[in-house]
């Protein structure tokens, strides 16, 4: 069965420092999501792209955080410069076409801690 | 903007028990209505999901999930839930507008006991 492929699973960086995630969505998958899920709380959409473009970004920390998927398939994630309020399960999730109505198959997340 | 409640943060029960876990959300228009679920070492995964048509819902593993447009609710039910059912339940919500964009309930972290 496909899955949604992210790496590094542990990430444990110094504030101040740069870190990037990779994820790699289901073949075929048009819609990208990438979330942040705190410890005892829900994900929250960070950003959301249809193919290569961004179609929401609303909370995305835009002064620190960047986000692309160059040839609409794989995608990245970087941080920089992390702080301590960074640190979180960042999941990255994939979706076949309509975005309110398809299933979102869901990575298995890396685990950032920001020391 | 949007919001989704869930009332119990963690619900232990023995098994055989019923099992009902609370989800409110706060638009008052048309949506679309899921619960994942992420049983332990596993990613999340859905459960059900709701667009249209008959508002009671039926899953994987024997849940379901009832639609109430009135009272903004669409609560996981499961007649007798086993221990393999212990794991952290997702309510989540779209609009059907604005890109599709979820929004995701805190979870409830299920315990059932053997």
């Known amino acids: 069965e496909a899955e949604v492929a992210q790496s590094p699973r542990y990430k444990i960086t110094e504030k101040s420092q740069a870190v990037a995630f990779w994820c790699d969505p289901i073949?075929?998958?048009?819609?990208l999501y990438w979330y942040r899920q705190i410890l005892g709380q829900g994900p929250e959409l960070l950003v959301q792209?249809?193919?290569?473009?961004?179609?929401?970004d609303s909370q995305l920390p835009k002064d620190r955080f960047s986000a692309e998927r160059l040839k609409g398939v794989d995608s990245t994630l970087k941080i920089q410069p992390a702080e301590l309020g960074d640190s979180a399960m960042y999941l990255c999730?994939?979706?076949?076409?309509?975005?309110?109505?398809?299933?979102?198959?869901f990575g298995p997340g890396t685990r950032l801690t920001v020391l | 903007a949007q919001s989704v409640s869930q009332h119990n943060h963690h619900v232990i029960l023995s098994e055989a028990a019923s099992l009902e876990l609370g989800c409110n959300y706060s638009?008052?228009?048309?949506?679309?209505l899921f619960w994942y679920v992420q049983y332990p070492g596993q990613h999340l995964q859905l459960l059900l999901k709701?667009?249209?048509?008959?508002?009671l819902v039926k899953g994987i593993k024997g849940f379901e999930a009832e639609f109430i447009k009135s009272k903004f609710s669409f609560n996981l039910r499961k007649p007798s839930v086993q221990w393999s059912d212990t794991a952290e339940y997702f309510c989540?919500?779209?609009?059907?507008?604005?890109?599709?964009?979820?929004?995701f309930g805190d979870g409830t972290t299920l315990t059932v006991k053997p």
């Open positions: 638009y008052g228009g048309t949506v679309n």
């Open positions: 073949s075929g998958h048009a819609t």
């Open positions: 999730a994939s979706s076949l076409g309509d975005p309110s109505t398809d299933t979102q198959y």
């Open positions: 989540a919500v779209n609009r059907g507008t604005n890109a599709g964009k979820s929004t």
């Open positions: 792209f249809q193919d290569e473009s961004v179609v929401d």
């Open positions: 709701y667009f249209s048509g008959d508002p």
